[in-house]
């Protein structure tokens, strides 16, 4: 029986060769390294033959991350109406005339669409804080404090969830399960790691590990806060987050602020055992 894998590497050889690729990317600078080494006379003909084989693998894997890219964009709109479900890839992959190769394609599912979108946030985010601090750089009066940094940047990011947090419980929810646990991490913390680094840590020691835990922590903590949230504009996850933040730095202030502390974890308790009950499949109501 012929793989997924092995009927892409079949249509795409038959595109490239027939002028239509649909756009899948070529390794050019594979090509140069085997024009420069055929005009030095080093390469025998079974180096070109393994040179010429590992440039098409290397033209079937660049090419089928775009297409899989490509079909998971797709399929964004598709959640409103299907979740975070393979379904939704499938609608996605329809739109692109690619419906027969969606479900191979993506085998674990709705979480691939979870991780594109979690993968896509954080490289935006990325590309903004790198921004702001090329012109805090030039405008050094625009320079604000570490901890206001830091605030402005998660509500940024956890902004970027609100178009789609009526289905948010269920992203949660998949990403809890332990067989997607690594990536989910995995995004966490390429996240903080952001935000810590265009806040100015440049820490080589154990701090690092320390200060992107702690982020880590007020982040998910936030981001569950947020999902049920019925002020004006998620003003009240906003002053939790804020909390979370100044707690961080002072402890004292957290045992003052002891009634602040109790109605915070009621509601992210609240938050979680939606989430759980999303996981086992029992809740379905939408915020």
Request: proline residues 2%.
């Amino acid at each position: 029986m012929i793989s997924t894998r092995h009927l892409f590497i079949r249509v795409f050889s038959i595109a490239r060769h027939s002028g239509y690729s649909r756009g899948l990317s070529t390794s050019v600078s594979r090509w140069r390294k085997e024009e420069t080494a055929q005009s030095e006379g080093t390469s025998t003909g079974q180096e070109d033959a393994f040179e010429s084989e590992s440039s098409s693998e290397e033209d079937y894997d660049a090419g089928e991350d775009q297409l899989r890219a490509e079909i998971l964009n797709a399929a964004m709109p598709f959640i409103y109406s299907h979740g975070w479900s393979q379904e939704a890839i499938a609608q996605g992959a329809e739109t692109l005339g690619y419906s027969g190769m969606a479900h191979g394609m993506f085998p674990k599912g709705g979480v691939e669409l979870v991780n594109h979108f979690y993968a896509t946030c954080n490289n935006k985010l990325e590309e903004n804080l790198a921004a702001k601090a090329k012109e805090i750089e030039n405008n050094p009066e625009l320079k604000k404090g570490t901890t206001a940094f830091i605030a402005e940047s998660v509500e940024e990011r956890l902004r970027m969830n609100i178009e789609y947090l009526d289905t948010w419980h269920q992203a949660l929810a998949l990403h809890a399960s332990p067989t997607n646990m690594p990536e989910a991490l995995d995004n966490l913390g390429r996240l903080v790691d952001h935000i810590w680094y265009y806040a100015g840590d440049r820490s080589h020691d154990f701090n690092w590990y320390t200060k992107r835990g702690i982020l880590a922590a007020v982040y998910k903590s936030t981001e569950l806060y947020m999902l049920q949230d019925k002020s004006e504009d998620f003003e009240d996850t906003w002053a939790f987050m804020n909390r979370r933040l100044s707690d961080v730095h002072s402890v004292a202030k957290c045992a003052r602020n002891a009634d602040n502390v109790t109605k915070d974890i009621r509601n992210v308790v609240k938050a979680g055992l939606l989430t759980a009950l999303n996981i086992v499949g029992m809740n379905d109501r939408s915020r």
